[in-house]
Structures are given as C-alpha cells and as structure tokens.
C-alpha cells in the first residue's frame, strides 16, 4: 500500500477494545487528526460518485489505498462519511474519558462547528498527502489547494434538502479571520480563494509543540510546582493561593497581570499556575497584539494545544496598550510586564493585576539555598542578605559564585567570588544607557572635611540598611526603598570618586548615565531610557550616578516653545519616576543652583563638596605620590598653602610628575613637583604660586 495516512493500524496504548471500527487504535492527537482525515477523504470519494468516481480513481489511482481502508474499518456504501464521523464521535468521546487532549476536540469545544473543522481539514489534507494536490488541481481546472468553490461544492449539500453555500462561505470566512485558514490567492476572485491550514496550527493538531521565533512553549511537566513557589513577600503570598487559582477559572476568562522587575519569577509563577490547571504555556514576546495575523495564531495554538497563553512585553510610564479578545481560547491570558504601564481589553473580561517586588531577605536566602549544593551552601557565606536582586539574578549570582569556589578546589564561597560572579550578571539593558565605572577602595580613602564626611558615612549607612527601615518605618518594604543624594560642588572636587568610593563601601557595581545614549531630540524617547536605566539598576542593585545631573534636572521654564515645553515634560517624568525609584541614585552638579527644586526636595541627602584647605591639599598631594618619592616635606607643606588646587588637578599634578620623573629615570623629585604644578597653572592661564626649587 502506498498512503502516507494509510497507518490506522493497532498500536500500544490505550484504546477502544471488542469489534468497535477503530478498535485497537490507541488514543492520542495525532491519531484523531488521522481519523477525521479520513473522514473527509470519505466526504471526497462521496462527491466524485456523484460526478464520475472511476474516472477520478483511474487518474489517481493512490486514492483505492484509502478506499480500501474505509471498507475495512467502516465499509463502503451509502453514507459512507456520516457512518465514519459516528464511530469517530464514539472513538473521541471514549478518549476524552481517558483523560486525553484531542486539539480537534479542544477547536470543538471552542465553538468551531463540524462543516469548519471538516473544510479546515480538507484544507491541510495536502499536507499529509501531497498527492492530493493533483486531485484538487484535476477537479477545479488548476492550483494544487481547493478552492472557496470547490469546497462549496463538496460541503453545500449535507443530506438535509437545504443548499448550504453560505454556511460553508461564512465557515471559511471565521476559519480565515481566526487564524487556522490562509488565503494562498488573496488577488484572485473569491470563488477561485485557494486555502491552506496555517501550519503551526496544523502541526499543533498533529500533537507537535509550536516552534516559532517570537513564540515559546513551555510544557508543564517542567513547571515549577505553585507550593514550591517562592513568593517575594508576604503580601505577594496572600495573592498566590487557592483564591487566585478559583478566579483564573471562572468565566469569561480572565487577564491576570504578573508585574513586577525582570527575572524575577513572573514567568515561573505564569507555569506553576498553568501546570496547576494541567496546561502548558505559550509565552509570546513582543507587541503580538498588534499583530492581526500573530494575535489570531496564538488564540488559535493556545486552543488547540490547551495551553494558557502568555504576552511578554514591557511598557513605559504612560503608556496604555488595549488588548482585543483572543481568537478561539477559552484559557486565561497571562500578561507578564513590568510596574509601568496601564492595561485593558476591548471586551468584557475581567482583569487581575498581581505585583511581583524584588524578594525579601527571607525569599532571597531561600533562591541562594536553592541553588547551590547543600555541601556548599552549609560552609558558605550568605550573600543573598545584604544583595537586593531579583530572583532569578540571586540564583545565577548563588551558582557562579559556587562555580568559582570549586574552580579554586574549595566548598566554600568567599566574598571575592561573590563580587567576581556579580560582574557576570547580565547588564545589557543598563550597559546600553550607562558605563560601568570601576569600585576600588572605600570612604576612608576620601579627603573631605569631617562634616562632608560624616553626611557621607551617614548616607551609606542609609543605603546599607534602607530595607529594614523602609519595613520597620512603613511595614512593607517596597515603599521607601529608594536612597537619592545630590553631591554637588565646584568640579574636581571629588564628586565621582566619592560615588565611587560609596560604590565600593556598598560592595555594588556603579554605573553612570551616558547622558549621549540617553537624550533623544524625539518627543517621549528620552524618558523611555531613562525608564530603562532606572528599572535596570533596580533589579541590579547598583548605584546609578547622574554625573552632572543638572543636564536632566534643570528649572522647569514657563513655556515659550516646543523646546520648553519638551523639557518640561521630561523633568516632570524624571520628577515622578525617582519617586517610585527602589534603588540608590546619586546626582552630581557643579550648579546646584540650576537644578529644579522639586528634585532637591526629593533627595534624601545633599551634599556639598568643597574646594580642600591647606591640610587636605597636602594629604591629597602625599597620597598622590608614590612612596618613593624623593619630594621635600617641607616645600611641599608650603606649595600646599600657596596653591588653592582642586583635588582634581592635585592628581593631574602628581600624575604629571610621575611621567617628568620616568622620563629622567629617576624617583619623582621636587623639579619634578614643581613643572607639574607650572603646567597646571598654565592650563588656565594663571601664574604658578609655588616657590621655586632650587635645590
């Protein structure tokens, strides 16, 4: 025998047992898909009887294998494709029982009537047999895919006396509309409309997982299970209980938002709610909404596939997105997205927001314990617990860090592998608006006056404990999260290197704004990145620095213009979104002056950074040298009170002297000191004030 669908043989498995047509047949899609093929090739055989069956079998001669199949198992003769859709009904009921997903079933169920899931399957019947391709291009005069014309000619008669053309232009009109059916000859006249199945759909049928680019599925055998959850807080938890599972299954379906910072857990709770209904996900990112054709498939696959349907996509503050209903699913629609943002449906189905914080120190050390071997984590340190990450970020921390003890042969994880595996996290969307500057050190290395100091050593004990005291101030740790500080002064007076420094104290990374990759002349663009970069360092826990951050946080203008009217809406964005900021922030202005007020009210320290006196310049000077120096104390003593130098240009000072000194082969000296300091003042057109060496 020579029919690719001819394969209804017995098989292992459950199936209908005794004399039934199809027993033996074990129970799964790609059987029924099968099945109800053949059904429609019986429907076919039925309506080239009408016209001249032998001379249709003598010029497709393939078409006697599945004759003879039909005989087999339902016998030829009158109402042949009725007598098969009864057996097939009394197959799939029995298969439904047995607990089985049919997706023909599933479209069933989902209001397709029989007269589309039979024109849906004559359409897709050339994928399973190219050689019918012939036939239909035998029976309407050309085109190896049938027609809107010949296919009313098949199915406009069903028995009953009544001409049912209609029925079968309005049955494929919803199948097009709905995403299972494509147009192949859309210019053409529309009786002569030629269709083919939408092949993932058609694959999805046959039981076959979708594997699209934009689309990923994922089966609930490898979900999470929802009691082995980790919830972030408590507050989250009273959400994630029998309740939420009790609403996801009422009717109409609803929207459940799970907001929250990324790889934080979101999709992982979105499969642990699925796989609790026994579903698979379907997780499609980007804006499919918008899509006409990828919005209908995905209805289309979540139905036939029984999945809950999943749209990734993230969306900025002020932004609204309406989503229309999905084609054919009957499931949930999950929407996973961040905390901006605001969503609707075009329809009546009810929607249920969920936000998914950062996790509490309780929720990290369980991600940290998860993660690593119990032999490792029992002789290690905790770093989850001074580290605010997101979820996912604390396991991929907890597992690099545990991969570099044991490349060094130890069980045990020390900090310097902790910080080496922090700098591998993935920082792409923050690295894109920000460069990472290097922390080395710590406050002790700043020269400041005490009282800039201790509000330094203040603003970093805030920093270090600012999660327990937004908890023990508000009792829910995600208000008040957010540490601001302006350092502003006169430049070159330290203000970089003390954020560096405050870094390094903190043990986090520090990125600064490129304010070049930021600013956009496009209205709206601006703050989107800047969005971006403050949501990146929240789920980094880094110290993000607006290095001259008077650029973005000028005085709001009256309006005069465009142009001020588009600053202004920038500072007011920029004003709302470090409210809601969770992370540290610091702000450095050479004119504090200039920056609005409303953004000075809001920091929660503002320091101001002076030019050094006379005992600063020189420890800046003697910390600037290398120890070898050959510099005269005194003269330097005295050159640090006659040279009012920011602390900036002591180190280009020092740092000239260092190559006048190599370039001699000798230790730095005094002549080297002293051309250094000459150069600096000659760089702003000033006379140097040291006294000369003439030793």
Request: glycine share 8%.
């Amino acid at each position: 025998m020579n029919a690719p669908l001819r394969a209804l043989q017995p098989d292992a498995g459950d199936g209908l047992r005794g004399d039934h047509p199809f027993a033996g047949l074990a129970f799964h899609a790609a059987q029924h898909l099968r099945l109800a093929l053949f059904g429609v090739i019986a429907r076919i055989v039925e309506a080239c009887a009408d016209g001249d069956l032998d001379a249709t079998l003598a010029a497709h001669p393939f078409l006697v294998d599945y004759l003879v199949e039909l005989d087999e198992r339902a016998g030829l003769g009158d109402e042949l494709a009725l007598r098969w859709r009864l057996v097939l009904a009394e197959w799939e009921a029995q298969a439904l029982q047995a607990g089985v997903h049919l997706p023909l079933a599933a479209l069933r169920r989902a209001g397709a009537g029989a007269l589309e899931i039979e024109l849906l399957l004559a359409a897709g019947l050339v994928e399973e047999d190219a050689r019918f391709g012939d036939v239909f291009g035998r029976l309407q005069d050309g085109g190896r895919r049938p027609t809107l014309g010949l296919m009313t000619a098949w199915w406009r008669d069903d028995g009953s006396g009544e001409d049912r053309v209609d029925d079968v232009r309005a049955a494929a009109t919803r199948l097009v509309d709905g995403g299972l059916l494509r147009v192949t000859t859309p210019e053409a006249p529309r009786a002569d409309w030629a269709f083919a199945a939408t092949l993932p759909v058609w694959d999805a049928l046959r039981g076959d997982a979708p594997a699209l680019p934009w689309l990923q599925h994922r089966a609930c055998a490898g979900a999470t299970p929802l009691a082995a959850y980790i919830v972030p807080d408590a507050r989250a938890a009273q959400l994630v209980s029998d309740g939420l599972q009790a609403l996801l299954r009422e009717r109409p379906a609803p929207t459940l938002l799970l907001r929250g910072p990324l790889h934080n857990g979101r999709k992982t709770l979105a499969g642990a709610l699925a796989a609790a209904q026994g579903r698979d996900l379907l997780v499609a990112r980007g804006a499919v909404w918008e899509d006409d054709a990828r919005w209908q498939l995905l209805g289309a696959l979540a139905c036939v596939t029984g999945a809950v349907p999943v749209v990734e996509a993230g969306l900025a503050a002020g932004e609204n997105r309406v989503l229309p209903p999905l084609p054919w699913c009957d499931a949930p629609l999950l929407v996973v997205t961040g905390r901006h943002g605001a969503w609707t449906r075009q329809d009546d189905a009810p929607t249920i927001a969920l936000h998914l914080p950062l996790p509490d120190e309780d929720a990290r050390r369980r991600h940290w314990r998860e993660a690593i071997p119990e032999a490792i984590a029992a002789a290690s340190i905790d770093a989850a617990a001074t580290m605010r990450l997101s979820g996912g970020h604390v396991r991929r921390l907890a597992r690099g860090a545990a991969d570099l003890a044991r490349l060094d042969g130890r069980r045990e994880i020390r900090e310097d592998d902790v910080r080496e595996a922090r700098r591998a996290l993935p920082a792409g969307r923050l690295e894109m608006l920000a460069t990472r500057l290097e922390a080395k050190g710590g406050l002790a290395d700043l020269e400041v006056d005490d009282l800039t100091r201790g509000e330094l050593l203040s603003f970093a004990a805030r920093c270090r404990w600012r999660e327990q005291l937004a908890c023990a101030i508000t009792g829910a740790p995600a208000a008040g999260l957010g540490v601001r500080a302006l350092f502003a002064g006169p430049s070159g007076v330290g203000k970089t290197l003390a954020a560096r420094l405050l870094a390094a104290e903190l043990g986090k990374p520090l990125f600064r704004i490129d304010l070049a990759a930021t600013v956009d002349k496009f209205l709206g663009e601006t703050e989107k990145r800047l969005d971006q970069a403050l949501d990146a360092a929240e789920e980094l826990d880094v110290v993000l620095l607006f290095d001259e951050g008077d650029a973005l946080m000028a005085r709001r203008t009256d309006v005069g213009s465009s142009n001020d009217r588009h600053a202004n809406l920038e500072t007011n964005f920029l004003l709302q979104r470090l409210d809601q900021f969770e992370g540290i922030l610091v702000v450095t202005s050479n004119a504090p002056d200039r920056i609005d007020g409303a953004f000075s009210r809001r920091m929660d320290a503002v320091l101001h950074f002076r030019l050094p006196d006379e005992r600063q310049r020189y420890r800046l000077l003697r910390r600037h040298l290398p120890a070898t120096s050959l510099v005269d104390d005194a003269w330097m003593q005295d050159t640090a009170r006659r040279c009012a130098l920011s602390g900036g240009q002591w180190a280009n000072v020092a740092l000239h002297a260092r190559l006048l000194a190599l370039q001699d082969g000798a230790e730095v000296a005094t002549r080297h000191l002293h051309d250094a300091l000459v150069r600096e003042y000659r760089k702003t057109g000033a006379a140097c004030p040291a006294r000369p060496w003439l030793g």
